[in-house]
């Protein structure tokens, strides 16, 4: 069970010869990851990890059939490239861990693939991760444990830092799903929460959000206005962040006045959703609200 | 990164008329005695000195002066100079003819992140802030969005025309000017490229009073001429933090912190202020942390004047812990100086890396939570 990607899930990883993508086909195989074939221009015929590696998607779904997913670990210069082979030879979930791809380009790709309705997470992500059945990403996967909160992030390691604390506290993760850092990214706040609102393995939501944009705005209004309820609890980093200085990700900048923290944090209360001061309060917030 | 690949106005405003849209006639000074030069060559009476800073708020901090004659314009040009701006010195000044205005308008394109899609605003109220005016007036805002894959079309024109109450004969003017910023926001990769004002003047043209245009820093690698203009607004020490590809930014508080990923190093930062403390900066070292990375992040950290204790959060699933704290060892023992430090980090060889520190005197936490009460504690001067 768990959104988006199981343990049936066929995958292609892209880029799967570089350092970066070599080093994680082997981490996601050993979670059990269904990795079925890859791509890499030029070294098709040979193997990685004992994965058959293809010089095209098209030849790779020739040879191995079906592709449900892909994971993308090209340079950020041939990711858009990545993107439109993936969406063009029908593959309907794609997961971009690229960091540093510009921004022009994100926005064609990210439109092209919501207009084929292809799920396309990321760019900048760690990726998504079924707990104990399919990890596409690059999360360390022994802090998470299979449970029934279901984990939504703009961020990579604070992620795996609010999983260590819930799961320290006896609670376990059905998926986590790392949206990205980017100003632009496939999937936000509410595409996910409603996919997690329909999953039977998920009893409520942590939402980890940051500054810049208005995401998380965004999705106070929707789950205000939202009936059949699930339970959502939110943390949101960068209080403390000063406007018109990006903070690491590019899409952590307060800028025309939009994408405070203050702003952030009154629009989810209002809606009803507690927000945490600290990493460790989750769990307090979310046994306050399962009972 | 800290920075935002932000242009100077006069380098904006010389890509606008590269592309065809209005600007007073202006030039760059450096020295009174270049103020001095301009204010003869210009040959119009009155003059708007325009200090070149990268920061917001020039106009309310003082740094945009008229003058109407050429002592005036000397003596404002001094002014100028020996001014700074938000902590940024002036060092360059925009000389420009006044021009004789009927309206101040207000254009810009930028990315709109909620809808994915390239957004023009207009507005009728121009010469304020647009964070101000969204506040104030979102009304008066006109937001026409930009497919990615269509961009610009003559219609948004004649939406913004009518908008901004100008009459059917101005369309031209306002189509090039829509026009020119599409091609300026692709051509260049920007993330904003903005006019406020652009001025309606009293003999009925449109000129860009200001222009500010921000370049994504991703898309640098295949602009080459503007790759040295990064980092620009930079401080010192962001300078050598950039420069061994760091992420950091300089906050006013006198905890350092140093952490992996951006998100946990602001939840870092944001519970020492929950606790009681004030963190004095940003610094995300990356996933999987070599020991000489540490050690220069430390460096940077440690000998920066405001910070009186530094904070190390380091969440590793592939970081080593012992390449971790011999980094900081390292840096330790060759800075010489003596401000204390507190460690928290998990990951691979973590016992390792506990006893190199402790061995050095260096307490090491597993708890977020305990380090950040304990920093706080030592800065306090308690224990």
Redesign the interface.
Known sequence: MGIIVDSRTRVLVQGITGREGGFHTKLMLEYGTKIVAGTSPGKGGTYVHGVPVYNSINEAIREQGTIDASIIFVPARFASDAVYEAVDNGVKTIVVITEGIPLHDELRFVNYARSRSVTLIGPNTPGIMTVGEAKLGIMPSHVFKPGRIGIVSRSGTLTYEVARELIKQGYGVSTVLGLGGDPVTGLDFIDVFKMFSKDDSTDAVVLIGEIGGDAEERFARFYSQYDGRKPVVAYIAGRTAPPGKRMGHAGAIISMGIGDYASKRSSLEEAGIPVADTPSQIHQLLSKILV | ????MKLYEYEGKEIARKYGIETPRGILATSVEDVDKAYRELNTGTVVLKSQVLV?GRGLAGGVKKASNLEEALTKARELFSMSIKGERVEKILVEEAVCISRELYVSL??D??T???VYLASGMGGVE???L??KHPDKILRIPV???IGYSGYMARHALGFLGLQWDKLGQLDNIMRAMYKI??DY?A?LVEFNPLAYTCDGRLTALDAKIII?D??L??HPDLQPLYGRDATPYEKVAKQLDF?Y?E?D?DIGVI?????????T??????YGGR?AN?L?IG?GATRERVREAVKIVVTHPRVKAVLVNI????TRCDEVASGIVEALSETKVAKPIVVRM?GTNEEEGRRILIEHGITVYT???EAVLRIIQLVRGVG
């Open positions: 990164m800290g920075s935002c917001g930028t990315v992140r909620a994915r899609k390239l647009i964070e101000e969204a506040r497919d990615p894959f926001m692709m990769d993330e994504d991703n898309s690698y295949r992420n930014v906050l508080g952490s992996n990923g951006a998100g946990l190093t602001m939840a930062m944001d519970s020492i202020l929950h963190p940003f995300d996933g969440f590793g699933g592939i998990l708890e977020m939570d």
